[in-house]
Structures are given as structure tokens and as C-alpha cells.
């Protein structure tokens, strides 16, 4: 039976996912829970212009032509209208299996909590430097779908997978896996934390003996991870040598296999800032390496790679205050490795939408390093609470992040730094973290030296 696509989700992947089918010539309809402006939808995106887009409810005849679904990865597959899909006997997919599928080349795809984009920028400008054909693609903002009919046996592929996407995956096969952490975040999706940890682990479902996995050594639940894997493992360490895998000594990262151990880079020729940047960058080797990129290619990819934006990225300097952009720091993790970099006390701007998260480890962080702390969005009456149990009070509410980021100015005095790390995601007040980091950004140029 020929198959009929419906894509779930109107947003860029979806529009992706959609344009990829009409380009390899299957039959398809797009739906949306919500009201669209489908005339304007079609008018900026024309090559879906015949598809028929339907909203707010799946009639029955469309139930009864669609085989597969598509769904975009902010759609849960608890929601009643996924629940109606899996009840009419309608395969689940996504958008990324949907352009593996269709898609050639070689992946390596990039999971966990937290470094996942910064990880998959290093290991694609790696690619990009040693190989003729190589793509960046996934929740690093540009839809797989969008690439993958352009790719080839030859193309090489870095691939940031949140665990949204890997709840839909099938015969998705990375060559090389990573999971970078696995710490509380999403919660509100996934409900539980062993059902969001099964969900980031499903990226090594497919991976054989031939194929590799990197992983975090100094988490626990990915080292005892790793002595489970069909995959070779490689393992990276920020605190501790590794007897094979990558590891800090001194000012070095260092790898060791087989035996043999050779340093990779000094930590003074990269730039960026923190441990966990360093663990980042040993995990771009171990990736790296894997998919045949030569160690003195690498070394010189990291000596020009400059930070992501949004994460932990230098802005301005105003009267001698530096303000950083943590926007991609969106769950208290993340938050955590943005105050441990800096080398400068803090004025904080925190808060934002709700994802069910704790703050306790994050606020304990503040003590010696926080001066104070500025609170915007839904969750600043959870996060000032959890700072009185933890004794910190110089804590002061803003009305919006342009309210913020004056009120931080005012705090902040030579030699300090204003951090953006806001512990929590945007979408109750922007449409996504690199709106809010781009307003900051603006907001911070624009005041008075």
C-alpha cells in the first residue's frame, strides 16, 4: 500500500518534513492543534502550496487515508490527538527519522541535558574542515529534513537529537552516538526522570558493534550505561584520567588509547570559557576521531572555534561591567556551568517558563559568586522561595527582561559581570531562547556607558 503522510506541527520542522515529502513525491495533508494563516503559510512556503492543511481537529476521512504521522518534536504523544492517531492504527514517526529514512550519509548524532548544540557546532565545523560535503542539522535550529535530500553517501552529518525527537525514532542508526549528561529537565514532558534518562538512551537503539558511543564518565548513570553497550564505547572525564577515553590533566585535554596517550590541546588555545566546555570539546574529539577526522585537522578547528551563540556568549562591556548572554541556559543545570565559568561576581538574571525543575543545586552555587539576583517570568515566586530556604536574599523582582537588565546595570559596578542564565525555558515570554538572548543582547548595547 502506498503510504500517506499526515505531518503533525507547523512549525519549521514540520514545514521541513512536509517539503521534504512533496520533493520525494509522496502524497501528504499538514495538521496543526491550533488555528494557522494558512494563506500566508503557503504564500512563504510554496512548495507545499497544494498540500491540504487541516487545524483544531483530525476529521475521520483524513483518519482513514493516513498511514503514517509525522510529529513535530514539541508535539507529546500523550495528547488526545495523538492518542486518536495510535488508536486508528496510524505509525508514529518523526521528523528526524522521517529524513534519516529518505536521507544518505554518514551521522553522528549529539544528545544530552546540557552542550549539546556547542558539541555539535565543534564536531560539524570539524567536518566541515576535513570533509567536502558535511551538514549541521537537528535541534541546533535547521530541520534534517531540510538537508536530507541533498545528501549523499559521502555527506557527513553532525546531529543534535533532543529527547523530544528520540521518543519517535526507529530505524535511526548513528555510526557514532553521544550523550554528553543526563540531569533533571523536561519533566513536565517526559513526567518522570527514568522515563526522560530511557528517552535520551534510545539514541544508541539501533548501534552495532561496529559503531561507537560516547559518553560522560562522570555520570554515573551513563558509566554504568556504557558497561551495557553492543557499541565501542569511548568515555571522556573533566575529573579524572581515564586508562582509554579523553581526560584533563593540568591546563591539557589528553586522550589515551590502546595505551598510548597523546595531548590533544592546551586549554588556553581554545576560546571558551569553563569546565564544561572542556568537556564538550573532548567530546567533539571522541566523535571526531570516530568518524575518521584526523587529530591535527581537529587541533586547528578548535584553536578558531569561537563559543555558540547564546551560551555563555560575550557581549558588551559597559563601564568596566561585561555582559554575557546564557540564553541556551534553560534548565538549572546548564545555569550552574554558566556561574561556575565566570571569573567575575555576578549580577543574575534568572527565571522564565516552568518545566517542573528544582533550583535547590543551582542556588547553592550562588554563595562567593552571586551578588545579586534578578528575577523575571513564571517561575521567579518558586525560585525567590527556594533562595530563602537556602539563605540568599539579595534577590529583587523586574517586570520584563528590559525591567532586568537596568535593574542589574544599577547593581553591577566595575570589575562584575551581568550573566543572562536563566535556569528556565522562554515560552512565557518569548517564542524561544534565542529571541530572549538576542533582546538582551540589544538591551545590553544599548545602554549608557
Known sequence: MDEFYLVFGLGKSGIA??????????????????????AALKKSHPLIADIPV???????????K?????????????????????ESGIRLSGEVELAYSLGKGHVAAITGTNGKTTTTSIVGAMFKDYFSDARIVGNIGIPYTQEADTTTVDTRIAAEISSF???????????VSAILNITPDHLNRHHTMENYIRAKEVIVRNQTKKDTVVLNYDDEELRHFGSLMVAKVMFFSSSQELDEGLFLRDDAIWIK?????????????????????????????????????????MRSTLRRFTAVEHRIEYVCDKRGVAFYNDSKGTNPDAAIKAVLAMNRPIVLIGG????????????????????????????????EACCREHGFTKVERASSLENAVLVAYGAARSGDCVLLSPACASWDMFPNYEVRGNEFKSLAKGLPD
Not at 515529502?21 to 488555528?35: F, H, N, Q, R, T
Open 352 to 383: 522564565g517558563f516552568d518545566k517542573a525543575s528544582e533550583y535547590d543545586t543551582w542556588v547553592e552555587t550562588f554563595e562567593g559568586r552571586v551578588k545579586k539576583l534578578v528575577l523575571i517570568g513564571q517561575t521567579a515566586d518558586a525560585i
Open 257 to 297: 588509547k590502546d595505551g598510548v596517550e597523546e595531548e590533544v590541546i592546551k586549554t588556553d588555545d581554545l576560546n571558551l570559557l569553563g569546565t564544561h566546555n572542556f568537556e564538550n570539546v573532548m567530546a567533539a574529539v571522541a566523535i571526531g576521531q570516530a568518524m575518521g577526522v584526523p587529530m591535527d585537522s
Open 66 to 86: 493516513v498511514t503514517v504521522a509525522v510529529l513535530s518534536p514539541g508535539v507529546p504523544l500523550d495528547v488526545p490527538d495523538v492518542i486518536k492517531l495510535k
Open 17 to 38: 518534513a512536509a517539503e521534504l515529502l512533496v520533493k520525494m513525491g509522496y502524497a501528504c495533508a499538514m495538521y496543526d492543534g491550533k488555528p494557522v494563516d494558512e
Open 54 to 64: 487541516y487545524t483544531e481537529q483530525i476529521p475521520k476521512e483524513l483518519l482513514e
Open 165 to 175: 525527537q528520540l521518543e519517535t525514532i526507529d530505524t535511526f542508526h548513528p555510526e
